[in-house]
Nanobody
């Protein structure tokens, strides 16, 4: 059974940075693709970044050059580094494993 727990969200001013963490438990962590999604109030959930099981990353156009995904297998954790944040980045951010398992989400709010 896989469990994912996000952390690191909060309130930040435009131009600031945050690093989100997703701690995973379960034997599948090191052998599956991971994704970061976000869902703003009243909007559909959207994919913002992916990392394949071999470490290749892909980013949505809206976050390219600002966000970066990394992982630490020893800590069973994946990260989303978010730089130069904009108000339109405000959303609940979720991590996902193998397009199947979801964390509970962490709120990111970017003020003007």
């Amino acid at each position: 059974q896989v469990q994912l727990v996000e952390s690191g969200g909060g309130l930040v001013q435009a131009g600031g940075s945050l690093r989100l963490s997703c701690r995973a438990s379960g034997r599948l962590f090191s052998f599956n693709a991971m994704g970061w999604y976000r869902q703003a109030a009243g909007k559909q959930r959207e994919l913002v970044a992916e990392m394949t099981r071999v470490g290749i990353t892909t980013y949505a156009d809206s976050v390219k050059g600002r966000f970066a995904v990394s992982r630490d297998n020893a800590k069973n954790t994946v990260y989303l580094q978010m730089n130069n944040l904009k108000p339109e980045d405000t959303a609940v951010y979720f991590c996902n494993m193998a397009s199947t398992y979801w964390g509970q989400g962490t709120q990111v709010t970017v003020s003007s």
